[in-house]
């Protein structure tokens, strides 16, 4: 347990329920998390490292159908405060229209089945034998519901006892996008919508302006006309702007569409000091791969999603909150260069500098009322 100062980091523990709080995924859950091979460097939040009290925590949610779930302790996540569709929601939604397209190839398979057998019995064919043909549907229906049923279960999150611990390297960003498109209204929703003060004022109609605006948007040359006069594309609105010196105001605006999905980049240099160290950093590294990437169903049909991230800063033993939080995320990007300017390696064939790049997509979309909650 945490020791007397609440300390969430003791020599191979978290304070789990401080830690599921500020990760916003699991409450009221206490079990411990191992996460000593996962820190770099090994003094980061340890008292006697003051400079070392900013650092991040990377915490790991594994999907509950993954084949590598029982290799770890774990708690099943089942609420969060994200604005995002519920997973579950929309598995037996699936799993429903999955069980409905079971029933209707088992009506097929029965429909067949009468139709075979009107084939052979073609004349007078006993009710009893038809009956077959609707017992082979029911049978067919309710077969490929139920296999429907089990194949399209609804999944499951859970938090692994796994934590990746890192010292703060760079400064943190971050960027806020939204996103808007220009588009013209059109004169006809300039004169109806205002937004000059002569139109306000009256004093477009006193100007005959509005009539002629109107007259151009509704002025079209008979067809007849045309082809009369070998014209094909004969344009009132060019024309008249030619001959006033005028052109149709298009009422442009930008007119709102969506918003931009966050992304986050971290730098890291690793400078192991010793070979335990360096095994530290190659733990690192392969918890971050291994779960960046799906894996393949019982029968290699599917893939299973990879594992999601959330990232949160600490300083002193606690969330930053001066700091920007970050929703859920999946790791989109990794890169590893082993090595500096000059290979070397320690005896036990482990770099001496190794750099790792990773970019997090953040699976939600953020608005006034995230914002307000400190993302």
């Given at each position: 347990m945490p020791d007397a100062k609440n300390n969430i980091f003791s020599a191979n523990q978290l304070n789990a329920t401080k830690l599921n709080s500020a990760g916003g995924q699991i409450r009221g859950v206490q079990f411990k998390y191992n996460v000593k091979k996962h820190i770099y460097p090994e003094k980061t939040a340890s008292e006697a490292a003051p400079d070392m009290q900013h650092y991040m925590a990377f915490f790991i949610n594994v999907r509950g159908k993954s084949k590598y779930k029982s290799n770890y302790r774990s708690v099943e996540i089942t609420a969060t405060d994200e604005q995002r569709l519920d997973a579950r929601k929309v598995g037996t939604a699936a799993n429903t229209i999955a069980t409905i397209g079971g029933a209707a190839i088992g009506a097929k398979v029965g429909a067949s089945a009468t139709s075979k057998l009107t084939g052979l019995f073609a004349k007078n064919v006993p009710s009893s034998v038809r009956a077959l043909g609707t017992i082979a549907g029911a049978i067919g229906g309710g077969t490929a519901a139920a296999t429907a049923a089990n194949y399209f279960e609804p999944d499951k999150t859970f938090r692994i006892d796994t934590c990746i611990t890192l010292a703060v390297q760079e400064r943190p960003s971050v960027t806020y996008g939204v996103?808007?498109?220009?588009?013209?209204?059109?004169?006809?929703?300039?004169?109806l919508a205002g937004g000059t003060s002569a139109v306000d004022s009256g004093a477009l109609d006193a100007t005959g302006e509005g009539m002629r605006a109107l007259l151009l948007n509704f002025a079209q040359v008979p067809a007849g006309v045309t082809n009369?006069?070998?014209?094909?594309?004969?344009?009132?609105?060019?024309?008249?702007?030619?001959?006033?010196?005028?052109?149709?105001?298009?009422?442009?605006?930008?007119?709102?569409?969506?918003?931009?999905?966050?992304?986050?980049?971290?730098?890291?240099?690793?400078?192991?000091?010793?070979?335990?160290?360096?095994?530290?950093?190659?733990?690192?590294?392969?918890?971050?791969?291994?779960?960046?990437?799906?894996?393949?169903?019982?029968?290699?049909?599917?893939?299973?999603?990879?594992?999601?991230?959330?990232?949160?800063?600490?300083?002193?033993?606690?969330?930053?909150?001066?700091?920007?939080?970050?929703?859920?995320?999946?790791?989109?990007?990794?890169t590893v260069d082993y090595g500096g300017q000059q290979w070397s390696s320690f005896a036990n064939g482990y770099p001496t500098e190794i750099n790792m790049k990773l970019r997090f997509v953040e699976l939600e979309v953020l608005t006034k009322e995230r914002i307000d909650k400190g993302y």
């Open positions: 996103n808007y498109q220009q588009q013209d209204m059109g004169t006809l929703s300039g004169f009369a006069i070998g014209a094909t594309d004969l344009d009132i609105k060019t024309m008249a702007g030619l001959g006033t010196g005028t052109a149709m105001n298009p009422f442009r605006e930008q007119v709102f569409k969506n918003v931009d999905t966050r992304t986050f980049d971290f730098s890291y240099k690793f400078l192991p000091r010793t070979p335990n160290e360096s095994e530290n950093v190659w733990r690192i590294i392969d918890e971050f791969k291994f779960h960046m990437h799906p894996e393949l169903s019982t029968g290699g049909l599917f893939y299973i999603y990879p594992s999601q991230f959330n990232i949160v800063y600490y300083f002193n033993d606690a969330p930053n909150p001066t700091l920007f939080k970050i929703s859920t995320c999946v790791l989109q990007n990794m």
